[in-house]
């Protein structure tokens, strides 16, 4: 969330339409509008596969965007959320192992507190006829923002983590941030009291010293492993109760070096917010855990994307290891990553100027096969585009990978108005044109 956050809505349609151009190794796709009239719309998008049935895709984007695909992502159809308690962005969308869809965003409760919840919206059926929601106990007039969620794929427990706000955009150095953590275990009907992780706080300037992009995931036996970043650099907690007890104190992983709050010449706001996930498959890097981000340790004109690996469920760490395989002094940003389940193999989709001295900037996916010991990395956008300082691209972009289908999602900018695409990747045979 971010002052850009000051949007509007008109009427809404459903479209269900699939635009192509250009010449890619892979099929992209032009995910539907909610609002084609609006141009700052579909950005900070989330995308998820469903395991029970690959070709049943889903995807949100801000501001009340749900996208979905009944055919592996080759057309879609799009629609406007609603709620009791407001949609207002920052949409996480998971499915659980029965193929239950949940759809996570940030409140605008007219009759109450301005983003005083996270709410959980769900629908047992991809066209998304989604409940009115539920969320963990709001705690008065604090702010609650940027969550992330994952499902445990052998008992349907939920675990979201996220950033509270005593007072958002407060410069008051009484008024912190924290990172708060909430489980259901009954499917998103309810859900425990927000419970505090992390023992050092930071300030509420939604910037480098404040505490921010909380994610949680899981090991192979229950463990429950968070990492977030903020003025110390990056964090790790965790614990082997379910959540009942953490760590009296985090632990410092890697300074963040630039901070998380990065300047890219022509973005409006791009973080390097990390991502963390586990290998759950039987391959042979099970109950790895991998952390992904930006910084800008080799400069501030040459952002790079980074990847720390622990291999004794968090005791120990690698020293970081550069995912751009590129020896230019250009950026590469906004980073998002995924494990397919079924192998362990990991991918990671960010924004890429290698190839530009200006702002144009591609769109790149990476995966590595051994444990993140290599990475090979390819161009999926067909065509190149050029951002605008003055709009808001979202805070993250998305991918999705389950039995070799990856689907990656991203924002992109032609002529001022903001468009969301996604990509056929299929590895088993490397769908291409």
């Given at each position: 969330?971010?002052?850009?956050?000051?949007?509007?809505?008109?009427?809404?349609?459903?479209?269900?339409?699939?635009?192509?151009?250009?010449?890619?190794?892979?099929?992209?796709?032009?995910?539907?509008?909610?609002?084609?009239?609006?141009?700052?719309?579909?950005?900070?998008?989330?995308?998820?596969?469903?395991?029970?049935?690959?070709?049943?895709?889903?995807?949100?984007?801000?501001?009340?965007?749900?996208?979905?695909?009944?055919?592996?992502?080759?057309?879609?159809?799009?629609?406007?959320?609603?709620s009791t308690y407001g949609v207002y962005g920052d949409p996480v969308l998971q499915f659980d192992q029965l193929g239950r869809l949940y759809y996570f965003h940030l409140s605008d409760y007219s009759k109450g507190t301005h983003l005083d919840r996270?709410?959980?919206?769900?629908?047992?059926?991809?066209?998304?006829?989604?409940?009115?929601?539920?969320?963990?106990?709001?705690?008065?007039?604090?702010?609650?923002?940027?969550?992330?969620?994952?499902?445990?794929?052998?008992?349907?427990?939920?675990?979201?983590?996220?950033?509270?706000?005593?007072?958002?955009?407060?410069?008051?150095?009484?008024?912190?941030?924290?990172?708060?953590?909430?489980?259901?275990?009954?499917?998103?009907?309810?859900?425990?009291?927000?419970?505090?992780?992390?023992?050092?706080?930071?300030?509420?300037?939604?910037?480098?010293?404040?505490?921010?992009?909380?994610?949680?995931?899981?090991?192979?036996?229950?463990?429950?492993?968070?990492?977030?970043?903020?003025?110390?650099?990056?964090?790790?907690q965790k614990s082997l109760d379910g959540g009942k007890t953490w760590f009296s104190e985090e632990k410092h992983l890697s300074k963040q070096v630039g901070g998380w709050d990065l300047h890219i010449p022509g973005f409006y706001r791009a973080n390097g917010l990390?991502?963390?996930?586990?290998?759950?498959?039987?391959?042979?890097?099970?109950?790895?855990?991998?952390?992904?981000?930006?910084?800008?340790?080799?400069?501030?004109?040459?952002?790079?994307?980074?990847?720390?690996?622990?291999?004794?469920?968090?005791?120990?760490?690698?020293?970081?290891?550069?995912?751009?395989?590129?020896?230019?002094?250009?950026?590469?940003?906004?980073?998002?990553?995924?494990?397919?389940?079924?192998?362990?193999?990991?991918?990671?989709?960010?924004?890429?100027?290698?190839?530009?001295?200006?702002?144009?900037?591609?769109?790149?996916?990476?995966?590595?096969?051994?444990?993140?010991?290599?990475?090979?990395?390819?161009?999926?956008?067909?065509?190149?585009?050029?951002?605008?300082?003055?709009?808001?691209?979202?805070?993250?972009?998305?991918?999705?990978?389950?039995?070799?289908?990856?689907?990656?999602?991203?924002?992109?900018?032609?002529?001022?108005?903001?468009?969301?695409?996604?990509?056929?990747?299929?590895?088993?045979?490397?769908?291409?044109?």
């Amino acid at each position: 969330m971010k002052n850009a956050f000051i949007i509007g809505f008109v009427n809404f349609w459903i479209l269900g339409f699939t635009f192509l151009f250009g010449q890619s190794p892979f099929k992209n796709v032009q995910i539907p509008p909610v609002n084609s009239k609006y141009a700052f719309n579909e950005c900070e998008p989330s995308i998820a596969i469903n395991p029970r049935n690959t070709n049943e895709i889903a995807a949100g984007s801000v501001l009340k965007g749900y996208h979905y695909s009944i055919d592996g992502g080759h057309t879609w159809t799009s629609k406007k959320m609603s709620s009791t308690y407001g949609v207002y962005g920052d949409p996480v969308l998971q499915f659980d192992q029965l193929g239950r869809l949940y759809y996570f965003h940030l409140s605008d409760y007219s009759k109450g507190t301005h983003l005083d919840r996270i709410v959980c919206q769900t629908s047992n059926t991809i066209i998304g006829k989604f409940t009115s929601g539920t969320f963990p106990a709001p705690n008065g007039t604090k702010v609650q923002d940027k969550h992330w969620v994952v499902i445990d794929p052998k008992t349907n427990v939920l675990y979201m983590t996220w950033t509270q706000f005593d007072a958002y955009d407060s410069a008051d150095p009484k008024d912190t941030s924290i990172i708060v953590f909430s489980k259901s275990i009954d499917r998103g009907k309810s859900w425990t009291t927000p419970k505090r992780i992390s023992k050092f706080g930071g300030d509420c300037l939604d910037g480098d010293n404040t505490v921010e992009g909380a994610v949680p995931a899981l090991g192979p036996n229950g463990e429950i492993y968070v990492t977030w970043t903020g003025p110390k650099g990056l964090m790790f907690q965790k614990s082997l109760d379910g959540g009942k007890t953490w760590f009296s104190e985090e632990k410092h992983l890697s300074k963040q070096v630039g901070g998380w709050d990065l300047h890219i010449p022509g973005f409006y706001r791009a973080n390097g917010l990390p991502f963390l996930m586990s290998d759950m498959s039987n391959g042979p890097n099970r109950g790895n855990l991998y952390l992904n981000w930006c910084d800008q340790r080799n400069g501030e004109e040459n952002t790079d994307v980074w990847l720390l690996k622990s291999t004794d469920g968090g005791q120990s760490w690698s020293e970081p290891i550069k995912v751009n395989q590129d020896q230019t002094k250009t950026h590469q940003f906004l980073t998002t990553m995924g494990i397919d389940q079924s192998n362990g193999n990991l991918h990671f989709v960010y924004y890429d100027r290698r190839k530009y001295k200006g702002n144009s900037t591609d769109v790149v996916w990476a995966t590595s096969t051994d444990g993140g010991i290599s990475f090979k990395e390819e161009t999926i956008s067909e065509k190149p585009f050029t951002p605008d300082k003055k709009v808001f691209f979202g805070d993250y972009l998305g991918v999705s990978a389950i039995n070799g289908h990856v689907r990656p999602i991203w924002p992109r900018m032609d002529e001022g108005k903001i468009t969301l695409w996604t990509a056929i990747i299929d590895q088993q045979n490397q769908d291409k044109k």
